[in-house]
């Protein structure tokens, strides 16, 4: 026996609670108790198909790979509605019925709308869809560039200001356009909206939607008040995170570490509060910019840092003492925090090369290795039997 493990959430099961899958109490009867997973022993190339009708909202079809009278039965199993006939017992035809011809036709579209999702989403999948990941970091480092030339002052015109404005609306044009495409295709609303890479997206379009209402609304020297939103297209920078798995990676290794972060600024706040109010008391009286205990409080953070900007120095030898001791005190406590980080950086990246040589992306059906990625537990005897001809029933 061997065994292919797939991940998914929860909740897109339960969005279905009349399937197997989505019935937690059914679907707890193939809960292996010592491995903390659950064990389906059913047909491997199969269950893609199965697992994608929960990731993307409820859409069925069959795979090339299978045929449909056994597809048919896994999807009895899994308690699976579906709209289609096997072969007609009322007529001696091979004429295809209306309900199937309107279930292939809902297929090939299902599996367009599934390739164009690939074809933005995951640059790997193919030659043009790196061209298109290629293109839209071009745009974004232009859209970059637009904004800090706009910033100077020898640049400063009304002829370049047109140009980079136009630049501008190309550039949020082109973002609007795969932001669209890719929330209308996507397999579920719900995940899209919660992903942290597509709420950067939205953040990177918003400023100039709502600049351009605002200019319809307001007139004159007003409209400098909503000058603010013009600071936030810098976030489009932040749509380069979606072009590098390693940034992904190391956004995933904060967010485990936040337990961590947390008791980190929780320990820098007393440290701040601490040597600032006693470096306040010592240095009060003397000329060294110690006015009260919110400078001595700035001091401190600076000298936390071992930034030291020199704008804040203690004269006195009691006062030098504390500064060294705070200097110290600082190192280690930079040093601590960066163990714990390193080392689930590393489990991580390590899971992550494993999960990149043991999955390949779904860009070929037809391809059974390439086909695997969302694959559930099988014996080669289960596959070889389920490919064994067998007399179709009636599906209703």
């Not at 493990?5 to 707890?28: C, H, S, V, W």
């Not at 550039?171 to 795969?178: E, I, K, L, P, S």
Request: a negative charge; one cysteine or more; glycine letters at 4%.
């Amino acid at each position: 026996l061997y065994t292919i493990k797939f991940e998914t959430y929860r909740e897109n099961l339960e969005q279905f609670p009349e399937t197997l899958m989505g019935d937690r109490i059914a679907f707890d009867r193939y809960f292996n108790t010592k491995k903390n997973e659950y064990f389906l022993d059913r047909n491997q190339m199969s269950f893609p198909a199965i697992l994608y009708y929960y990731q993307s909202g409820g859409i069925v079809y069959i795979p090339n790979t299978v045929p449909k009278e056994i597809h048919i039965e896994e999807l009895d199993f899994f308690k699976i509605p579906y709209k289609v006939k096997s072969k007609s017992t009322t007529a001696n035809t091979t004429k295809p019925t209306s309900e199937e011809e309107d279930f292939h036709q809902l297929s090939q579209m299902q599996e367009i709308r599934w390739k164009i999702w690939e074809f933005l989403d995951s640059p790997e999948s193919s030659a043009y869809s790196r061209i298109w990941a290629l293109l839209d970091v071009a745009i974004i480092l232009l859209s970059i560039l637009t904004v800090i030339l706009e910033s100077m002052p020898e640049l400063e015109s009304e002829k370049n200001f047109k140009i980079f404005s136009g630049i501008d609306t190309f550039c949020v044009a082109f973002f609007t356009f795969d932001f669209f495409i890719r929330l209308i295709l996507c397999p579920s609303f719900t995940g899209f909206a919660k992903t942290p890479l597509n709420i950067l997206d939205c953040l990177a379009i918003m400023p100039f939607y709502l600049e351009l209402a605002v200019g319809q609304l307001v007139e004159g020297g007003a409209l400098t008040t909503f000058k603010v939103l013009r600071i936030f297209r810098i976030m489009r920078v932040m749509k380069l995170i979606r072009h590098s798995k390693r940034l992904i990676l190391m956004g995933r290794v904060i967010q485990d570490c936040l337990s961590e972060l947390t008791l980190l600024l929780i320990i820098w706040l007393m440290g701040v509060l601490t040597f600032g109010t006693i470096m306040y008391y010592i240095e009060s009286e003397q000329d060294g910019g110690f006015k009260s205990i919110l400078h001595s409080c700035w001091w401190a953070v600076v000298s936390i840092s071992t930034v030291g900007y020199g704008d804040m120095t203690p004269h006195t030898g009691l006062g030098k003492l504390v500064g060294s001791c705070l200097l110290f005190i600082s190192m280690v406590y930079l040093a601590l925090p960066m163990t714990v980080i390193v080392s689930k950086f590393n489990k991580a990246f390590e899971k992550f090369k494993e999960d990149e040589m043991a999955v390949a992306p779904i860009t070929n059906k037809n391809d059974n290795k390439d086909y695997q990625k969302c694959a559930v537990s099988a014996s080669k005897e289960e596959m070889l039997a389920n490919h064994v001809d067998k007399e179709p029933r009636e599906v209703a």
